[in-house]
């Protein structure tokens, strides 16, 4: 008894290693110089879903209080906060796509004011989305009156993949690119009770990409 | 007997269709736009803007029936829009009440279209919302001038939301992408408009 224990200890701790494993990729790529001053400002803005793109709601809030949490170098302006003072301008429909549209944009006199004003000098543009590639396996739960309980092993493979695009609205010219990719693989094995083993592939291209935008601008 | 029955159906019918209320209450922010003290604007708003009730119809219909209720958010938005444009600016209740020269551009708005997918009938995991406009526009002797089409566009991924938020946030994203394309379409014709009026 106290070896099959063990074996199964053994089991579950293999399995946790095996699991909870995930692999992270990171890429940048720098176009043209670049600086920022203390007081300068950044803003994160996710392509439009008409383009296409799917970057999640909650992965930007995480990019967001993620670099504020890594860097205190520059100011960053919160993305709704953004969007709410450029209103329309910066709008999923009608915010610029490609670093061409930027200078028809910038043409207007009371949109390149107000960016002066609140001194904000880089607009980084997010694209990429959270995919599961693969999932497998079978757990089955049933409850009765004497009681209750799962059986079974499924899995999944999920990939976050995600750039970042930096514009510089001064120069009106992409000054860099940086991506994270993450893919992992969870499980949820049950006997009796289920045990979610999740590998957390958003959350860690969210600290991936964030460590990476703190990283290009502190060079 | 008899009566076990009708009441098994009537707990079936009951527990069957559930029908979703929601009340909608979006604002959008002033938009960032050079404004006009010069013209005189009055606009008015046909019933469908001034306080819509959505009614799911057959064919919308899945597991759940829809009533959504506008109340007066269009008209507010579409008075804020306006307001950030024109200095002065005012509404009517009607366009017979509005008498000749009392006013530059006289814009009256129509609702003509409210459509929406929910993921079960499109099989997928977002709620996507389109709304469409018609937006008259006649100069002081109230000749039209120009009709415009304006349309809406918002779509939410159901992850991370409960209960009717998503739905509500696409709604949401769908008449502020409104309040923007009328703005986007003021600023680019006001020209052409001055022109036409004089």
């Given at each position: 008894?106290?070896?099959?224990?063990?074996?199964?200890s053994?089991g579950f701790?293999?399995?946790?290693?095996?699991?909870?494993?995930s692999?992270t990729?990171?890429?940048?790529?720098v176009n043209?110089?670049?600086?920022?001053?203390?007081?300068?400002s950044i803003?994160?803005?996710?392509?439009s879903?008409?383009?296409?793109?799917?970057?999640?709601?909650?992965f930007?809030?995480?990019?967001?209080?993620?670099?504020l949490?890594?860097?205190?170098?520059?100011?960053?302006?919160?993305?709704?906060?953004?969007?709410?003072?450029?209103?329309?301008?910066f709008?999923?429909?009608?915010a610029p796509?490609?670093?061409?549209?930027?200078?028809k944009?910038?043409?207007?006199?009371?949109?390149?004011n107000k960016?002066?004003e609140?001194?904000?000098?880089?607009l980084?543009k997010i694209t990429?989305?959270?995919?599961?590639?693969?999932?497998?396996?079978?757990?089955?739960?049933?409850?009765g009156?004497?009681?209750?309980?799962?059986f079974?092993?499924?899995w999944w493979?999920?990939?976050?993949?995600?750039?970042?695009?930096i514009?510089?609205?001064?120069?009106?010219?992409?000054v860099?690119?940086?991506?994270?990719?993450?893919s992992?693989?969870?499980?949820?094995?049950?006997?009796?009770?289920?045990?979610?083993i999740?590998?957390?592939?958003?959350?860690?291209?969210?600290?991936?990409?964030?460590?990476?935008i703190?990283?290009?601008?502190?060079? | 007997?008899?009566?076990?029955?009708?009441?098994?159906?009537f707990?079936v019918?009951?527990c069957?269709?559930?029908?979703?209320?929601?009340?909608i209450s979006?604002?959008?922010?002033?938009?960032?736009?050079?404004?006009?003290?010069?013209?005189?604007?009055?606009?008015?708003?046909s019933?469908?803007?001034?306080?819509y009730?959505?009614t799911?119809?057959?064919?919308?219909?899945?597991d759940?029936?829809?009533?959504i209720?506008f109340?007066?958010?269009?008209?507010?938005?579409?008075?804020i829009?306006?307001?950030?444009?024109f200095?002065?600016?005012?509404?009517?209740?009607?366009?017979?009440?509005?008498?000749d020269?009392s006013?530059?551009?006289?814009?009256?708005?129509?609702?003509e279209?409210?459509?929406?997918?929910?993921p079960?009938?499109?099989?997928?995991?977002?709620?996507?919302?389109?709304?469409?406009?018609k937006?008259?526009?006649?100069?002081?002797?109230?000749?039209?001038?120009?009709?415009?089409?304006i349309?809406?566009?918002?779509?939410?991924?159901?992850?991370?939301f409960?209960?009717n938020?998503?739905?509500?946030?696409?709604?949401?994203?769908?008449l502020?992408?409104?309040?923007?394309?009328?703005?986007?379409?003021l600023?680019k014709?006001?020209?052409?408009?001055?022109?036409?009026?004089?």
């Amino acid at each position: 008894m106290i070896i099959s224990n063990k074996f199964l200890s053994i089991g579950f701790i293999t399995l946790f290693i095996i699991s909870a494993c995930s692999t992270t990729r990171i890429d940048q790529e720098v176009n043209a110089a670049y600086s920022i001053k203390e007081g300068e400002s950044i803003v994160l803005l996710s392509d439009s879903y008409h383009t296409g793109n799917k970057t999640e709601n909650d992965f930007m809030d995480c990019l967001n209080k993620s670099l504020l949490r890594k860097q205190n170098q520059f100011n960053i302006i919160n993305t709704s906060d953004f969007q709410n003072i450029f209103y329309p301008w910066f709008e999923p429909s009608t915010a610029p796509q490609k670093i061409e549209d930027l200078p028809k944009l910038l043409n207007k006199d009371i949109i390149k004011n107000k960016l002066s004003e609140l001194e904000i000098k880089y607009l980084i543009k997010i694209t990429g989305e959270t995919k599961t590639n693969a999932s497998s396996g079978a757990l089955s739960c049933a409850a009765g009156p004497g009681g209750g309980g799962c059986f079974g092993f499924a899995w999944w493979d999920d990939t976050s993949s995600y750039e970042a695009s930096i514009w510089d609205l001064s120069q009106e010219t992409s000054v860099g690119n940086v991506s994270a990719s993450v893919s992992g693989t969870s499980v949820i094995p049950a006997i009796v009770i289920p045990i979610p083993i999740l590998a957390r592939t958003q959350s860690n291209a969210c600290v991936g990409l964030s460590e990476q935008i703190a990283g290009f601008f502190s060079k | 007997m008899k009566n076990k029955l009708i009441l098994s159906i009537f707990i079936v019918v009951l527990c069957g269709c559930t029908s979703q209320s929601i009340t909608i209450s979006t604002s959008v922010p002033v938009p960032l736009v050079i404004s006009n003290s010069d013209l005189r604007v009055i606009s008015y708003f046909s019933d469908n803007v001034n306080n819509y009730l959505f009614t799911s119809e057959e064919l919308e219909k899945t597991d759940n029936t829809w009533e959504i209720n506008f109340e007066d958010t269009q008209k507010n938005i579409f008075t804020i829009i306006l307001s950030s444009f024109f200095d002065n600016n005012s509404i009517s209740d009607s366009f017979d009440n509005i008498s000749d020269n009392s006013a530059d551009l006289i814009m009256g708005f129509n609702l003509e279209s409210f459509e929406f997918l929910t993921p079960q009938i499109a099989s997928n995991n977002k709620y996507s919302i389109w709304i469409k406009y018609k937006i008259n526009i006649y100069d002081q002797k109230k000749d039209l001038i120009q009709t415009w089409s304006i349309t809406g566009y918002g779509e939410q991924l159901t992850e991370s939301f409960e209960g009717n938020d998503a739905i509500l946030n696409a709604i949401n994203i769908a008449l502020r992408d409104v309040g923007a394309n009328l703005t986007i379409k003021l600023e680019k014709d006001m020209q052409e408009l001055l022109n036409l009026m004089q």
